[in-house]
Every structure is written in structure tokens, then in C-alpha cells.
T-cell receptor
Framework: DAKTTQPPSMDCAEGRAANLPCNHS???????VYWYRQIHSQGPQYIIH???NNETNEMASLIITEDRKSSTLILPHATLRDTAVYYC????????????????FGQGTILTVHP | NAGVTQTPKFRILKIGQSMTLQCTQD?????MYWYRQDPGMGLKLIYY???????DKGEVPNGYNVSRSTTEDFPLRLELAAPSQTSVYFC????????????FGSGTRLTVV
């Protein structure tokens, strides 16, 4: 699975958009980009994932560059409750569509949303 | 729909004691996983299961055992607790497609003294 690189920490003002970058320059053609977050002491929470196209759901948007070597998670209107560690993970999905749990969680980005 | 339920939430063990961490999911997911997370670190995969009766080792299986007799339950057994097993343990499940992500439990905080 491709390795990812994220900044260790970021700050964001409440109500503003939070843009979290992730580099995955060694990603292969059938690897997905997933984003999870972990709020202090809680289990990780799935946010969004994508393969090639940009994706949006009720929580966030995911922008993947055309060469797929980097992506950005966008929280359009950050709130204090979005303060968490955000993990960008690249997963090789097999034909059946699972990665067999091999979510390699690195250090992630600590996002702090302040008033 | 409770999702993934882990018990207990907290436990203190003495060195050499044994215990079972319970994990149950009510989503009929085929795939289930156990992770540990040491302070300030990312998650590491201990064991996983692709269905009832089928389990396999993850990245850090030493000192642990698992079983999967039903789709719902995936207990993690620590036979001889060691201080190095002090950690937060998370159970997760997955339907088996990439469109759904993983659902994690709230964790079990284990301290071995």
C-alpha cells in the first residue's frame, strides 16, 4: 500500500473551511484514498473515500489531483467539534472490494478549530 | 442499530493475568478487525476475520488470540498479560465493499501493572 504524508498539525477558525492536504505520490491505479478522523479517546470515524473523481458527502469533500499523487480533504464550515486527528490512508482494494483491515494509520494531522 | 460494541471500556490487569475483550456488531458485516493504539501513535492491526470460522494474523499478533464462531462476535484473548500490552484496543467491522468504510467501536482501555 502506498505511503502517505500529512502535515503534523493545522489550525482553522470556526466557520471557515479546513483544507487538509495529503501526499501519496506512490499510489497505484487501483488504490483508494480514504479519510478517517479520531476525536480524542474515541474510535476512528470514517469520513469519505475516493478513487479518481472528487467526492462529496454530508461531512466533507475530497479533491484528488488528476495524477492522483495528492488529495485534499475539505471541511466546508469547521466547528469546534471537528477538532481531531485526521488520517489519510491509501488502500489497495481487491476484486471483492475490501482491504482486509489493513488500514495503516500513520501520525495524521492534528486539526485544531478555534473560536 | 448499535454498530460495534466493545466491552469492557476500562480494565486493569496484573502481569500474567488473562482476559477476553468482547466485540459484537449488529450490522451483519463479514469482516472484523482488532487494532491496538499506543499513546500518541497510530493504530496497528492485531488480528482480522473475513467470516465466521476464519481468522488471520495482522501486524502485531504476538500475545493475543482470537476466534470467530458467529458473524456477530469477535473476541480478543490475552493469555498472559504483559506491561507492553497496555494500550487502547479498538474493534472494527466492514461490510466488504470499499464504499462503506470501517465502523469502529469506542475502544477498551487496558492497563497492565
Amino acid at each position: 500500500d502506498a505511503k502517505t504524508t500529512q502535515p503534523p498539525s493545522m489550525d482553522c477558525a470556526e466557520g471557515r473551511a479546513a483544507n487538509l492536504p495529503c501526499n501519496h505520490s506512490t499510489i497505484s491505479g487501483n488504490e483508494y484514498v480514504y479519510w478517517y478522523r479520531q476525536i480524542h479517546s474515541q474510535g476512528p470515524q470514517y469520513i469519505i473515500h475516493g478513487l479518481k473523481n472528487n467526492e462529496t458527502n454530508e461531512m466533507a469533500s475530497l479533491i484528488i489531483t488528476e495524477d492522483r499523487k495528492s488529495s485534499t480533504l475539505i471541511l466546508p464550515h469547521a466547528t469546534l467539534r471537528d477538532t481531531a486527528v485526521y488520517y489519510c490512508i491509501v488502500i489497495l482494494a481487491n476484486a471483492g472490494g475490501t482491504s482486509y483491515g489493513k488500514l495503516t494509520f500513520g501520525q495524521g494531522t492534528i486539526l485544531t478549530v478555534h473560536p | 442499530n448499535a454498530g460495534v460494541t466493545q466491552t469492557p471500556k476500562f480494565r486493569i490487569l496484573k502481569i500474567g493475568q488473562s482476559m477476553t475483550l468482547q466485540c459484537t456488531q449488529d450490522m451483519n458485516h463479514n469482516y472484523m478487525y482488532w487494532y491496538r493504539q499506543d499513546p500518541g501513535m497510530g493504530l496497528k492491526l492485531i488480528y482480522y476475520s473475513v467470516g465466521a470460522g476464519i481468522t488471520d494474523k495482522g501486524e502485531v499478533p504476538n500475545g493475543y488470540n482470537v476466534s470467530r464462531s458467529t458473524t456477530e462476535d469477535f473476541p480478543l484473548r490475552l493469555e498472559l498479560a504483559a506491561p507492553s500490552q497496555t494500550s487502547v484496543y479498538f474493534c472494527a467491522s466492514e461490510r466488504g465493499r470499499p464504499n462503506y468504510g470501517y465502523t469502529f467501536g469506542s475502544g477498551t482501555r487496558l492497563t497492565v501493572v
